[in-house]
T-cell receptor, first 109, second 110 residues
Framework: KNEVEQSPQNLTAQEGEFITINCSYS?????LHWLQQHPGGGIVSLFM???GKKKHGRLIATINIQEKHSSLHITASHPRDSAVYIC???????????FGKGITLSVRP | EAQVTQNPRYLITVTGKKLTVTCSQN?????MSWYRQDPGLGLRQIYY???????DKGDVPEGYKVSRKEKRNFPLILESPSPNQTSLYFC?????????FGQGTRLTVV
């Protein structure tokens, strides 16, 4: 079993919809990272969080340490949000990083 | 501009020929790391460094070496590349809650 599980594996949405991407992990962590990878390969860090909630523009990330679960929400989705969203967790004093397989999001106009 | 720079972006090499992929950051970050990305397997950490002269293994360190002689540079060394090291490689640096990734290096070993 993978230490980091993401669901759903693929997601298609209509422009304007509210989207939720989930991440569950099975190990003790010090922090969790949400990453975005567009076609062409570049990786962008969206959020790093260890508790509570963070917001940046239309993106919101939450984490529940007790339940070992994090969610990434996209409000008013747009075709430019189409990308792979990857959850990764830090273990061992913020050093070792383990990744989920990523979720491919497609937002249709 | 804050950035992580990897070189080269693309490399085709032959089995056994030593190569180095360079990684440099201009943000004075202490933490740097290397990852490889493969279809179906996703991203996996190869090595990471918490500071100068401090390095540690990630999940897939076999066949790779790293060094951290100065804060800005973290090269990835393949002493004897093999075809199973054909992959897309990313370097990253991090400080606090901010992380930055390089553009990636697509390596093919034939």
């Amino acid at each position: 079993k993978n230490e980091v599980e993401q669901s759903p594996q693929n997601l298609t949405a209509q422009e304007g919809e509210f989207i939720t991407i989930n991440c569950s992990y099975s190990v003790g962590i010090s922090a969790l990272h949400w990453l975005q990878q567009h076609p062409g390969g570049g990786i962008v860090s969206l959020f790093m969080l260890s508790s509570g909630k963070k917001k940046h523009g239309r993106l919101i990330a939450t984490i529940n340490i007790q339940e070992k679960h994090s969610s990434l929400h996209i409000t008013a989705s747009h075709p430019r949000d189409s990308a792979v969203y990857i959850c990764a967790v830090y273990t061992g004093a913020n050093s070792k990083l383990t990744f989920g397989k990523g979720i491919t999001l497609s937002v249709r106009p | 501009e804050a950035q992580v720079t990897q070189n080269p972006r693309y490399l085709i090499t032959v089995t056994g020929k030593k190569l180095t992929v360079t990684c440099s950051q201009n943000m004075n970050h202490e933490y740097m790391s290397w990852y490889r990305q493969d279809p179906g397997l996703g991203l996996r950490q190869i090595y990471y460094s918490m500071n100068v002269e401090v390095t540690d293994k990630g999940d897939v360190p076999e066949g790779y070496k790293v060094s951290r002689k100065e804060k800005r540079n973290f090269p990835l060394i393949l002493e004897s590349p093999s075809p199973n090291q054909t992959s897309l490689y990313f370097c990253a640096s991090r400080s606090g809650g901010s992380a930055f990734f390089g553009q990636g290096t697509r390596l093919t070993v034939v």
